[in-house]
């Protein structure tokens, strides 16, 4: 039997820690655009996860398949909807692991990490190690402003990244989906910003659609509700 895996984030980290330099500003990016290298710091005692874990993915397993349906990478990604810097508005915080190659043919990592339903709203980024020992290449979002990727030159293989926060000016949150890809792809059940709250029947909607997708590598959610760290 699979052991637990070891968490992501640490929520406590996030409550607890107070860093002494000045708030970093976030890095805006605008439909279109892209940013590439380090982006302003995240100031972990500054972001308030919803409360009751509203919001919050818990650690959740991903298996990126090829066309051959061969798993090509796998790994656990993390989603927590709050505030930050006492904001009205909605913040996304985001962080990944990609486990050790895996011993089938076309085996990598993961090289691009992308989120949706951005289009609507402003994206400011901010990012931080929270245990992560690589930050992205860049950053871009189409010219629609709906999706952001995450770009990794070289691709993510056996590590943890740098944790993203994306600011927003969402007063709400609805199902949203996070897509992790390289050689091959998964997808998985996350948070969006919304101007609405969603009702019952959308969130059953959405999930239901998740299970019936073929070949996206659907992760399963841990039981575990432990924090990431």
């Known amino acids: 039997m699979r052991k637990s895996p070891k968490p992501l984030l640490c929520l406590t980290a996030l409550l607890g820690l107070l860093w002494a330099p000045a708030l970093a500003p976030a890095d805006s990016l605008t439909p279109g ?11 972990v005692g500054l972001f308030v996860p919803l409360a009751a874990g509203a919001g919050d993915t818990g650690s959740v397993t991903f298996a990126a398949k090829n066309a051959q349906n061969q798993t090509t990478a796998t790994g656990y990604v993390r989603e927590v909807v709050g505030h930050y810097n006492g904001s009205a508005s909605l913040s996304f915080l985001y962080q990944f692991m990609v ?12 090289a691009q990490f992308s989120v949706s339903n951005y289009g609507a709203f402003t994206t400011d980024i901010l990012q931080s190690p929270l245990g992560g020992t690589v930050q992205q290449s860049s950053v871009d979002r189409d010219p629609s402003g709906t999706v952001v990727d995450v770009n990794y030159i070289p691709e993510m293989v056996g590590i943890r990244a740098f944790a993203l926060l994306i600011n927003t000016n969402a007063p709400n949150f ?25 009702e019952p029947a959308s969130l059953a909607i959405f999930s239901a659609s998740l299970l019936g997708l073929g070949g996206m590598g659907f992760l399963r959610r841990l039981r575990s509700r432990r924090v990431l760290a």
């Open 33 to 43: 655009s892209n940013i590439s290298g380090a982006l302003g710091t995240i100031d």
């Open 99 to 110: 486990d050790p190659p895996q011993t089938s043919s076309g085996s990598g990592g993961v």
């Open 174 to 198: 609805q199902p949203g989906s996070i897509a992790l890809q390289a050689s091959g792809n998964a997808l998985v059940a996350g948070f969006a910003p919304a101007a609405q709250t969603p």
